[in-house]
């Protein structure tokens, strides 16, 4: 058992002898283990140089190209599902188009507001009711259409003017009451309606490019 420790430092003494006096010496001419080492090392130092000068752009590349082929294949994956619900997104495409121009249809031109304030005039009268004030407002543009508003007042009996409101919500075009105030009239069994119709008409191209317009002027942090 004691001579195993002195046969492995006898093994290295041995080992170590051969990387003595190896200055001057031509490297074909060196024992097995300093040329052996003398190989591992150049081959380590070109792997690395190789490193440096090549491989690591192209390792710095390749990651990038896999980097960008996920993001292809989530937008592929992304582009296919839409392909597959095409069909069903252009019925969808096709209802909502039908519901704007029908929604479009019941907002009036600029030429036809006349009309239709004529029309919400006739709906009072054609109830027996007795027009206080009837007051158009100034207008109020949004970003595709117009809005507005008119101050009424009417008196008349209770089921009279709930008739007139009804009247109203059926016109061809869109008109809202707002703001109901209804109260007693000094006339015997006649009541006052104080309210804000509102009517919409939509905007033509030259008006909506000017609301656009004044909106980017006005914006915070426009010049």
């Known amino acids: 058992m004691s001579m195993k420790p002195s046969i492995l430092s006898l093994d290295l003494q041995q080992l170590g002898r051969q990387f003595d006096n190896l200055q001057g010496r031509h490297p074909g001419l060196w024992p097995a283990l300093p040329r052996a080492t003398l190989l591992v090392g150049v081959f380590l130092g070109v792997l690395l140089l190789a490193f440096l000068l090549q491989w690591g752009g192209q390792l710095e590349e ?13 937008d592929y994956a992304d582009k296919l599902i839409s392909a597959i619900n095409v069909e069903t997104l252009r019925k969808q495409k096709s209802v909502v188009s039908t519901h704007v121009a029908q929604l479009q249809r019941q907002l009036p031109s600029k030429a036809e507001m006349d009309a239709l304030l004529s029309d919400i005039n006739q709906a009072g009268h054609a109830r027996g009711l007795q027009f206080e004030l009837f007051k158009p407002g100034n207008m109020v543009l949004r970003d595709f259409y117009a809005e507005l508003p008119i101050t009424i007042r009417l008196v008349g009996p209770y089921h009279d003017l709930g008739g007139f409101a009804s009247d109203v919500s059926n016109l061809a075009r869109i008109v809202t009451l707002n703001n109901l105030i209804l109260q007693t009239s000094d006339k015997p069994g006649q009541l006052t309606l104080d309210a804000t119709a509102k009517t919409f008409r939509y905007l033509d191209l030259e008006e909506v490019e000017r609301t656009r317009k004044a909106q980017a002027k006005s914006a915070p942090g426009a010049k």
């Open 62 to 74: 390749l990651s990038s190209l896999e980097s960008r082929e996920k993001t292809l294949k989530r």
